[in-house]
């Protein structure tokens, strides 16, 4: 079965530090990779897929195929980034969610 | 801007109840989905739907069933409601074609079984 593994449960950091979201998921194929991300009291939403390339609210992710990891970045965190976050590959079509990792930044 | 419409934001049900739960999307999606999150687990798929009265199990079927009578609704029902079932149900849904596997997320019914 495909698995995806995000080893933290809560990650405290301080607004202005770094931060890394890790994520690792089990080889098969190539599948499609994403973050998503749930603030306080609001649904669940897309923050961004590898495909896309992109930076959203100053994350970004990396696709290691060779290590078969997605882990999510941002140089500079802040208060407003305080969330649960995520990892789902996609596997025929279905998102296979990871445990979760809550992120707190700290003032 | 995709909607998709959970009926309850809250339900407090008692053991042994039968229990619908239902999701409304407006954006023509072929596709919709059942998960239940818990603290710790993620979210885990319960069914989905890729067209009117077609579904497949997802991971943790068991208690469960679900109906898609029309494209926009898939209802999702616990036949006899237990304690276990006590958790977040979150509902999404996606195209088959267009932004392909993105899927959007309702706003969850946080279900209480007593």
């Known amino acids: 079965a495909q698995r995806v593994t995000q080893p933290e449960k809560l990650l405290s950091v301080f607004k202005g530090a770094p931060v890394e979201l890790k994520c690792n998921y089990s080889?098969?194929?190539?599948?499609?990779l994403f973050w998503y991300v749930q603030y306080s009291r609001q649904r669940l939403q897309l923050l961004l897929r590898?495909?896309s390339r992109e930076s959203i609210k100053g994350f970004t992710a990396d696709l290691n195929k060779g290590e078969t990891s997605f882990h999510l970045k941002k140089p500079f965190a802040q208060e407003e980034d305080s969330a649960m976050y995520y990892c789902?590959?996609?596997?025929?079509?279905?998102?296979?969610f990871g445990q979760g990792t809550e992120l707190s930044v700290k003032p | 801007d995709v909607k998709v419409t959970q009926s309850s934001r809250y339900l407090v049900k008692r053991t042994g109840e039968k229990v619908f739960l239902e999701c409304v999307q407006d954006?023509?999606?072929?596709?919709m989905f059942w998960y239940r999150q818990d603290p710790g687990l993620g979210l885990r798929l319960i069914y989905f739907?890729?067209?009117?009265?077609?579904?497949e199990k997802g991971d943790i079927p068991e208690g469960y069933s679900v109906s898609r009578e029309k494209k926009e609704r898939f209802s999702l029902i616990l036949e006899s409601a237990s304690t276990n079932q006590t958790s977040m149900y979150l509902c999404?849904?996606?195209?088959?074609?267009?932004?392909?596997?993105?899927?959007?997320f309702g706003a969850g019914t946080r279900l209480s079984v007593l």
């Open positions: 999404a849904s996606r195209p088959t074609s267009g932004r392909g596997n993105i899927q959007y």
């Open positions: 080889y098969s194929g190539s599948p499609e």
């Open positions: 590898h495909i």
């Open positions: 789902a590959p996609c596997y025929g079509g279905k998102l296979i």
């Open positions: 954006m023509d999606h072929e596709n």
């Open positions: 739907s890729y067209d009117v009265k077609m579904k």
